[in-house]
């Protein structure tokens, strides 16, 4: 079975600085996909960034990159130039590469405060 | 293009009663999965549907609890009867299908308090 560690329930950091969030998990799996999913306030959970595990270059999206260290089994989400609108939950998950009929494996989650 | 739908949105009962989740898919999505967050705890998978058919409910915690699609579209939950520890934010979720890996669209969640 997969287990996904978040160790920082809370993040508070100011508008415009550069946050990370960090994420391991444990698998004897070799494929696979790992994703960070944020849930603001009240609203649905979207998915941030995706990386899959065969590709050594991290994954980037806009502000939004990834610190993949497959040996170390670390996945951390870097957000630069924090906006309010980062204000939310964010989940590390995994999945096997088959899919796998039970979906993600989550994290416990990050609560990320962006203040002004 | 509507998003994944719960209903309701929050839901506060007595020990003992009854409550139904509902969840409306995308159109097309033949995958929907239930998952349920206690608070403090990680997201749990608890059921897939792939259209009417249960491909898994391997995360259903005991038989307090019932899932159903019918024909293959919206879904229900049904927690009978309730327990304190039922108390959570239960997400839907629908893909397309399982290529799209990671595509997995969830609903605001229903939160259910338990009293």
């Known amino acids: 079975a997969q287990t996904v560690t978040q160790s920082q329930p809370e993040m508070s950091v100011q508008e415009a600085e550069t946050v990370t969030l960090s994420c391991t998990y444990d698998t004897s799996e070799s494929n696979y996909y790992l994703f960070w999913y944020k849930q603001p306030p009240s609203r649905q959970m979207i998915l941030v960034i995706r990386q899959e595990a065969y590709k050594q270059q991290n994954a980037t999206e806009n502000r939004f990159s990834v610190n993949f260290q497959k040996a170390a089994k670390s996945f951390s989400l870097k957000i630069s130039d924090s906006q309010l609108g980062d204000t939310a939950m964010y989940f590390c998950?995994?999945?096997?590469?088959?899919?796998?009929?039970?979906?993600?494996?989550f994290g416990k989650g990050t609560h990320l405060i962006i203040q002004p | 293009e509507a998003g994944v739908t719960q209903f309701p949105s929050h839901s506060v009962i007595e020990k003992g009663q009854t409550v139904t989740l509902r969840c409306d898919p995308i159109?097309?999505?033949?995958?929907l999965y239930w998952y349920r967050r206690v608070m403090g705890k990680e997201i749990k998978f608890l059921l897939h549907?792939?259209?009417?058919?249960?491909?898994?409910e391997s995360g259903m915690p005991n038989n307090r609890f019932l899932a159903e699609r019918t024909g293959g579209t919206y879904s229900t939950l049904k927690v009978q009867p309730a327990e304190l520890e039922d108390s959570g934010v239960y997400f839907c979720?629908?893909?397309?299908?399982?290529?799209?890996?990671?595509?997995?669209?969830f609903g605001e969640g229903s939160r259910l308090t338990v009293l």
């Open positions: 159109s097309g999505h033949d995958n």
């Open positions: 549907f792939v259209k009417e058919s249960k491909q898994d």
């Open positions: 979720a629908s893909s397309q299908d399982l290529v799209r890996v990671g595509e997995l669209f």
């Open positions: 998950a995994f999945m096997t590469a088959g899919g796998g009929a039970d979906g993600l494996t």
